[in-house]
């Protein structure tokens, strides 16, 4: 499983530090499996050898510590790099917050369809496919709310049930931009069969980077996707404070800036 969500990682990066960020992980999943590679080797104690009678190692074995230092190597190369990356994008940061700007953090399992309403809102051109992972890269977008105060938009990575502990390590840096949001917009898809257990795995993700206890909204997308009245009546019903839009066609962003303009000014204030 793992190994299968590192190959469409993989295929997802764009950016250097994505890039960077897929091969780090991939580095630190290899090293602990090294020996599995070399169990075709004959690995086994020779006799004694020399006058100190060291025993002698297999092929495997020799081969092993090889490559574990090689791929050691890399995982310090790569942490070098990817901390170039990060400096400069906390650079981009620390300019954004001398502004008195808030920032909301889109969030919410994968294709759930954050990027697109990221760019309904924006008029942005952010990447959007129906594909787990469409976006690892954080895109940060400004947006003028009905009350005229500018609100900057922040998608992220989205999120997935039992997500692999080398991912949300090599990703913290990208992460960071929901644990440092003024506010949260979880983003549900209301086509889903596994709503309450997606939002679980959210919440779950969003109190192991200390962004639980965020203000946030909960908005309900893809409503021109469903037919039957029924199901969205029955989750008004168990969500009272949720906003119900569709990022494609635009229903309800209306309602959804009203409400981010009314939490902003709150926390400006």
Not at 68 to 92: G, M
């Amino acid at each position: 499983r793992q190994e299968v969500i590192l190959d469409i990682f993989a295929q997802r990066a764009h950016t250097s530090e994505a890039s960077l960020q897929v091969e780090l992980a991939r580095a630190n999943y290899s090293l602990p499996r090294l020996r599995r590679q070399w169990t075709h080797l004959h690995r086994q104690g020779g006799g004694a050898g020399g006058a100190g009678g060291a025993a002698t190692r297999g092929e495997g074995e020799q081969q092993i510590e090889v490559d574990s230092r090689l791929v050691r190597r890399r995982i310090a190369r790569l942490k070098t790099q990817l901390a170039q990356v990060q400096k400069h994008r906390r650079t981009q940061r620390a300019k954004r917050l001398r502004r008195p700007v808030p920032v909301a953090a889109i969030v919410g399992y994968t294709n759930a369809g954050k990027s697109s309403l990221l760019n309904t809102m924006t008029n942005a051109n952010v990447l959007t496919e129906d594909k787990l992972f469409a976006t690892l890269d954080p895109t940060v977008r400004r947006v003028e709310l009905p009350n005229k105060q500018p609100l900057l938009l922040a998608d992220t990575v989205g999120f997935i049930r039992k997500l692999p502990h080398l991912l949300v390590e090599a990703f913290k840096s990208t992460l960071e931009e929901t644990a440092l949001a003024d506010l949260l917009v979880e983003v549900v898809d209301v086509t889903s069969r596994s709503i309450e257990e997606e939002q679980t795995t959210t919440q779950e993700v969003l109190a192991g980077l200390g962004a639980g206890e965020k203000p946030s909204i909960t908005v309900f997308n893809k409503i021109d996707l469903i037919e039957d009245d029924l199901v969205i009546r029955r989750l008004r019903r168990r969500h009272p404070d949720a906003l119900f839009v569709s990022a494609r066609t635009g229903e309800g962003l209306d309602l959804l800036a009203a409400r981010l303009a009314e939490s902003v000014a709150g926390s400006m204030q």
